[in-house]
C-alpha cells in the first residue's frame, strides 16, 4: 500500500492546491514505483455484477503512476480519476521537461484504459431493448449467452408490412437485392438479418435497469424509499426550477427583452450569458442537426394534441420569477402503459421492458434522415432538381443556390409556413437553415463531380454492384441519377457522421485523451497509417470475436481489439468479400447482443439548450472584424429564417455562427427566449411555453431515473449531498467557489433535505465501499439532515456538475451516456462498417469519404502535436461557401470559435489570432 504523509496533510486542508510542482524527480521517483505495484498487481478484472464496477476510480498505485500527486488528492472525490493524469489537461499537465515524455504518456495511455474499462462495462451492463428480446438477453437461447445472439423475431418485419414478402415472409427474413443496396427511407434492412431494427417507429430503448425507470410512479421499495413521495410530474415545480435555476442573469434587462433585444437588430441589445471560450454557435447548432437525424418522439412538429396539460408554476414565489400558470403543452405520445411482464432467472424477477415505452418516430441510423427523409411524408418535402434528379433542388433566390420554400401542396403542420423545404422542419431557425443549406450543396457538389468523371470515362468501372446481380459492373455512364442521389446520401451521412466524430466531438472533450480517443473510433488507435496491423486485428474483430458465441469474447474483447483498426470500416477489408452474400455485407455490425436504438437517457442529456445565445453576432465576411448587427434567434424563428438566410447571406451567417462563442452547459445559463417561446400550435391562453420547463416534464413522462440513481446505474459515483457539485480544483476563497456555494444554496431550496433512515435502503445498482447496502441517509449518520440530491431532476444534475475534465463542454455523466451511444451508432451500422464499400458507395464515393473530398489534403503545422488532415467540415465548408477561403485559412477546427489564438497544446484561452485584434468578442 502506498502510503504517502502529503495525503494526510492534504485531508486536513478544505483544499489541497496542486502539488506536483514542488519537486518533479521526486515524484516522479515516487510514481515510477507505483507504476511497478500497478504492473504486479496485474490487470483490473471486469466486474462481475453491477455492484463491482469501476466507477472511473483507480488504485492509488494507478494514479500516482498516471498523474502523480495531482491524480491523488483527488481520488476522494466523487468524479472520475483519468482527467487529473499527466497529459489530460493543457500544457499546465504536462510535466516539467526534465522528466521527458514518460509521465504524459502514461497519463494519456491511462486514461484511454480507463475509457475503454468504462466502454466495455457500460455495453455489459447497460443495454435494455424495449421491443421484446430482454428475455432472451438474460437467459440465452439454443446455449448461447444473450449478450452473444445476433438476430431476434422482435425484428423481423410484420406481416403487415409492404417489404413482408421481400425479406422472406413467415420463414427466416433475410433483407436482399434492392433492399440492402442503399440507406432505405424507412431505415429497414441496414441489418439484413434484423429487418425492422433501427427503422422508423420503433420503440426507443433504456439504458437502466426497467425497474429503475419512473420513479414518480414509486412502484417498488427501492424506489419508494429513495424519494418517499417527494415526486411527481410536477413535483418539484417544473417552473419554479426553471426560473430559480435556469434563468440567465442579465445585466440590463431592458437590452435583452427576454431574448428580443432592441428592435431591428440594433447592436445596443445586450442579452448576457456565460460562454464557452473553445466552441462555437455552429456547434450548438450541429447538434440540433445532429439529433434532428436521430430521433424524435414527436410526429410532424407535435406531440399527442389530443390531450393538453397543465405545466406547473402554482405557488407566489415562483410566479413572482416570471412564470406562467396560464401554459399548457401536449401530452407526450406513449407506445404501451400496460403493466410490463415479467420473468425470473438466476432467481431474480425481471421486467421484460419497461412500465412505459415510446416510439422513435425517425430513423435512429445516423443515415442523414433529417435531409433525405424518414419516411414518405417527410420524403415529399426533399425537393429534387427536375433537371438532373440525382441532384437537391436549388433556388437562385440568393444568387447562388438556396433551398426551396415548401409549397402550399407539401405536407407541413401550418406553423412552418415560409419555411425552407426539409424532410425535418421542425423548431427551424437560422441554424438548422445553414446546415441544411452547406450539407445540400454538398450532395450536389458531389453529384457534380461524379457526373464530371462520368463524362471522362463513361465506360470506366463506378465500383457500385446491384447485389440482385452483383457479378455485373455498372459502369460510370449507368449510374442512373436515382442510384446517384442515393450513393450522394450515403457519402454526405458518412461525412456528417466522419465530422462528428473526428471534428466536433473532440472540440466538445477538448483534450488530448478524447482526441485519441475519437479518432480510434473512426480510424483505429494506430491511425490511418496502421496498414497491415490494423487489416489483421480488424480480421481478428470481425471473423473471431464477431461470430463468437461466447459472451466475453463478443462484448468486450470485440470493443478492445476494435479501438486498434477503428470501427469505421470494420469488415469491409476481408479477403474474397462478396456483395452477393449477407454475411459478408452485414459481417462487420455487432449489437452486443441488444438491437440498436437510442435509449430514453440518450435524450435527455442532449437536452442541450443552453448552448444557444438568445442574440446572434452578425458579421459580414467584407468586415468579420465588426458586429453589425445582433439578430435575435427568435426572430429567425420557422418561417423568418428564409428571408434572414436569404437577405443576409449564407457566408456571413457562417462566419457569425463561427467566430461567436455558445452557451456553456451549466446552470442559469438557458436562453430568455425559451423560457418564454410563442409556439402557434398551443392551445392555451398564454400561447407561450417555456422550454426549460418543458425538458424536465418530458423526461419526467418518459420515466428518466432522477440524478444520482442515473449515475450509478452508469456505473458512476454517487453524490452524497449537494455540496458534491463544487468543484475542488477551485480554491476555497476564490469567487467562483462563492458561485458554486451559491447554487448549493439555490438546489437545497428547490429540492429541499429531509430527515433520513438508515434502514431504507435505496438501490441495488451499488454499494458502500464497505460492501453494505446504500441507504437514505447516503453515509451520513441516522436521523440526520440530508439532502434530497436523489430528486435532482437528471438534467439540472448534470448541468449543477462543476468538475469536468479539461476542455469538456459537456459534463462527466453526459460524457459516459455519450461513451456507450457514440459508439453503437457506429458499430451496429453496416454502412459504416462492412458495406463501406464501392459496391454501395461506388470508389469516388469510399475516396470522397476517406479523403473528406475529392484529393487528401494536410492541415498546415501540427495542431496539439498532430500532423493531420484538413479538416472534414473545412473541405465541406470550402466547398459549399467558397468566399470563406480567408477566414478559414486559420481555422484548425471549424467548430473553435474562428478567430481565437488556439494557442499551446489544448489552450482554452480566449485570445485573438492575428488579425482579429480588433474583434470587439475579445474585448468583453
Ligand atoms: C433555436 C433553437 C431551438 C429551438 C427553438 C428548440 C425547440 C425545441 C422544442 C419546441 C422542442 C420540443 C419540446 C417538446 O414538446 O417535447 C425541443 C425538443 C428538443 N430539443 Fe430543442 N430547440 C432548439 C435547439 C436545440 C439544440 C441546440 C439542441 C441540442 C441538441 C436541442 C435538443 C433538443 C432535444 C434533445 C429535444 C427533445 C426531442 C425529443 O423528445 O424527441 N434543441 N426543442
Known amino acids: 500500500m502506498i502510503r504517502l504523509r502529503w495525503i494526510a496533510a492534504c485531508a486536513t486542508l478544505s483544499v489541497c492546491s496542486p502539488l506536483f510542482a514542488a519537486d518533479p524527480k521526486k515524484e516522479e521517483a515516487e510514481a515510477l514505483k507505483a507504476c511497478a505495484q500497478a504492473v504486479l498487481s496485474g490487470f483490473r478484472k471486469i466486474a462481475e455484477t453491477r455492484d463491482q464496477r469501476f466507477q472511473g476510480k483507480v488504485s492509488e498505485a494507478n494514479a500516482l503512476c498516471r498523474g502523480g500527486y495531482q491524480a491523488m488528492q483527488f481520488r476522494n472525490t466523487p468524479w472520475a480519476d483519468w482527467s487529473n493524469y499527466w497529459g489530460a489537461g493543457d500544457s499546465t499537465s504536462i510535466p ?105 417507429g420503433q420503440l426507443f430503448a433504456r439504458n437502466m435497469e426497467f425497474d429503475t425507470t419512473f420513479p414518480d410512479a414509486a412502484q417498488n421499495e427501492l424506489v419508494r424509499n429513495r424519494h418517499g413521495d417527494r415526486l411527481g410530474l410536477l413535483k418539484p415545480d417544473p417552473q419554479l426550477i426553471s426560473r430559480k435555476l435556469f434563468t440567465r442573469a442579465q445585466s440590463n434587462p431592458d437590452a435583452c427583452r427576454e431574448g428580443k433585444g432592441i428592435s431591428d437588430s440594433s447592436t445596443d441589445s445586450n442579452c448576457d450569458y456565460q460562454k464557452a471560450p473553445f466552441f462555437n454557435v455552429i456547434a450548438a447548432y450541429w447538434i440540433q ?13 407535435h406531440n399527442n394534441d389530443s390531450q393538453w396539460m397543465e405545466v406547473g408554476c402554482t405557488n407566489d414565489a415562483a410566479q413572482r420569477m416570471g412564470c406562467r400558470p396560464g401554459d399548457r403543452i401536449d401530452r407526450g405520445y406513449v407506445a404501451q402503459d400496460s403493466a410490463p411482464g415479467t420473468f425470473t432467472a438466476n432467481g431474480k424477477q425481471y421486467l421484460t421492458r419497461a412500465p412505459k415505452t415510446f416510439r422513435n418516430n425517425n430513423t435512429a441510423w445516423w443515415d442523414a434522415s433529417q435531409l433525405y427523409g424518414y419516411d414518405p411524408i417527410s420524403r415529399q418535402r426533399v425537393k429534387r432538381d427536375p433537371k438532373d434528379p440525382a441532384k437537391f433542388l436549388l433556388t437562385s433566390a440568393d444568387g447562388k443556390g438556396t433551398l426551396p420554400t415548401l409549397s402550399d401542396a407539401d405536407p407541413m403542420n401550418p406553423q412552418w409556413k415560409g419555411q425552407e423545404a426539409a424532410a425535418f422542419p421542425d423548431n427551424w431557425t437560422i441554424g438548422m437553415s445553414f446546415l441544411h443549406n452547406v450539407f445540400v450543396r454538398e450532395h450536389n457538389a458531389f453529384v457534380d463531380a461524379f457526373e464530371k468523371q462520368a463524362q471522362k470515362t463513361p465506360n470506366g468501372d463506378s465500383g457500385l454492384r446491384n447485389p440482385a446481380d452483383a457479378h455485373s459492373v455498372i459502369h460510370y455512364k449507368d449510374v442512373t441519377p436515382d442510384e446517384l442521389f442515393e450513393v450522394a446520401r450515403l457519402v454526405v451521412s458518412a461525412e456528417i457522421a466522419k465530422i462528428h466524430t473526428t471534428e466536433w466531438t473532440p472540440q466538445l472533450l477538448y483534450d488530448e485523451p478524447l482526441y485519441k480517443g475519437m479518432n480510434a473510433n473512426w480510424s483505429g488507435l494506430l491511425g490511418a497509417n496502421g496498414g497491415d496491423v490494423s487489416k489483421v486485428l480488424a480480421d481478428i474483430v470481425t471473423k473471431n470475436f464477431g461470430k463468437s458465441a461466447d459472451v466475453a469474447k463478443a462484448t468486450q474483447w470485440y470493443s478492445v481489439f476494435a479501438s486498434g483498426p477503428g470501427i469505421f470500416g470494420l469488415g469491409s477489408k476481408i479477403s474474397g468479400y462478396d456483395v452477393a452474400k449477407p454475411e459478408h455485407v452485414n459481417g462487420g455490425v455487432n449489437h452486443f447482443g441488444s438491437p440498436f436504438n437510442f435509449p430514453e437517457e440518450f435524450v435527455t442529456v442532449y437536452r442541450l439548450h443552453p448552448l444557444v445565445p438568445d442574440l446572434i453576432e452578425f458579421r459580414d465576411l467584407k468586415d468579420p472584424n465588426k458586429v453589425a448587427a445582433k439578430v435575435p434567434v427568435i426572430s429567425t424563428f420557422e418561417g ?24 456553456i452547459l451549466t446552470l442559469n445559463n438557458h436562453p430568455q427566449f425559451m423560457q418564454n417561446i410563442t409556439i402557434p400550435r398551443l392551445q392555451s391562453a398564454t400561447g407561450q411555453i417555456d422550454l426549460a420547463a418543458l425538458d424536465l416534464i418530458r423526461d419526467r413522462e418518459h420515466g428518466v431515473p432522477r440524478f444520482n440513481e442515473f449515475r450509478r446505474q452508469y456505473g458512476l459515483r454517487q453524490l452524497t449531498s449537494f455540496d458534491d457539485f463544487m468543484d475542488q480544483h477551485v480554491p476555497a476563497d476564490s469567487p467562483a467557489r462563492k458561485t458554486q456555494q451559491e447554487m448549493v444554496a439555490n438546489l437545497r431550496e428547490v429540492y429541499g433535505t429531509h430527515v433520513c433512515d438508515a434502514s431504507k435502503v435505496i438501490t441495488d445498482a451499488q454499494r458502500n465501499p464497505d460492501g453494505t447496502p446504500i441507504n437514505d441517509c447516503l453515509g451520513h449518520p441516522n436521523g440526520s439532515t440530508v439532502d434530497n440530491v436523489e430528486d435532482v431532476d437528471t438534467v439540472v444534475g448534470w448541468l449543477a456538475e462543476q468538475t469536468r475534465p479539461h476542455g469538456f463542454a459537456i459534463s462527466e455523466t453526459q460524457f459516459v451516456v455519450f461513451i456507450l451511444n457514440a459508439s453503437r451508432r457506429l458499430f451496429s451500422d453496416r454502412f459504416f462498417t462492412s458495406s463501406f464499400r464501392p459496391e ?40 459549399a461557401i467558397p468566399e470563406l477561403e480567408t477566414e478559414l485559412a486559420n481555422v484548425v477546427n471549424v467548430f473553435d470559435p474562428w478567430a481565437r489564438d488556439r494557442g499551446q497544446y489544448y489552450s482554452l484561452e480566449w485570445k485573438p489570432r492575428p488579425g482579429a485584434e480588433s474583434d470587439p468578442a475579445f474585448k468583453q
Open 640 to 663: 423568418k429564417a428564409t428571408d434572414a438566410m436569404r437577405s443576409r447571406g449564407l457566408e456571413n451567417w457562417a462566419v457569425s455562427l463561427g467566430r461567436q462563442r455558445l452557451g
Open 96 to 200: 516539467p521537461i526534465l522528466l521527458k515524455n514518460g509521465p504524459t504518456q502514461r497519463g494519456i495511455l491511462g486514461a484511454l484504459t480507463d475509457l475503454e474499462y468504462q466502454r466495455i462495462e457500460l455495453i455489459k451492463f447497460n443495454l435494455f431493448d424495449n421491443n421484446g428480446t430482454y428475455p432472451e438477453y438474460v437467459q440465452g437461447r439454443d446455449g448461447v449467452g444473450g449478450p452473444a445472439l445476433k438476430r431476434w423475431d422482435a425484428m423481423r418485419l410484420p406481416a403487415d408490412h409492404p417489404n413482408y414478402k421481400d425479406v422472406g415472409g413467415d420463414g427466416s427474413q433475410t433483407c436482399k437485392g434492392g433492399l440492402i443496396r442503399f440507406r432505405s427511407l424507412s431505415g429497414i434492412c441496414n441489418d439484413v438479418f434484423n429487418p425492422a431494427m433501427g427503422s422508423v
Open 289 to 301: 442537426f445532429m439529433t434532428h437525424d436521430w430521433f424524435s418522439h414527436m410526429e410532424e412538429g
Open 840 to 879: 454501395f458507395y461506388t470508389t469516388m464515393g469510399v475516396n470522397w469519404v476517406n479523403n473528406n473530398g475529392p484529393a487528401a489534403m494536410v492541415e498546415k503545422g501540427t495542431p496539439n502535436g498532430h500532423v493531420q488532415p484538413v479538416s472534414p467540415f473545412k473541405r465541406v465548408l470550402l466547398r
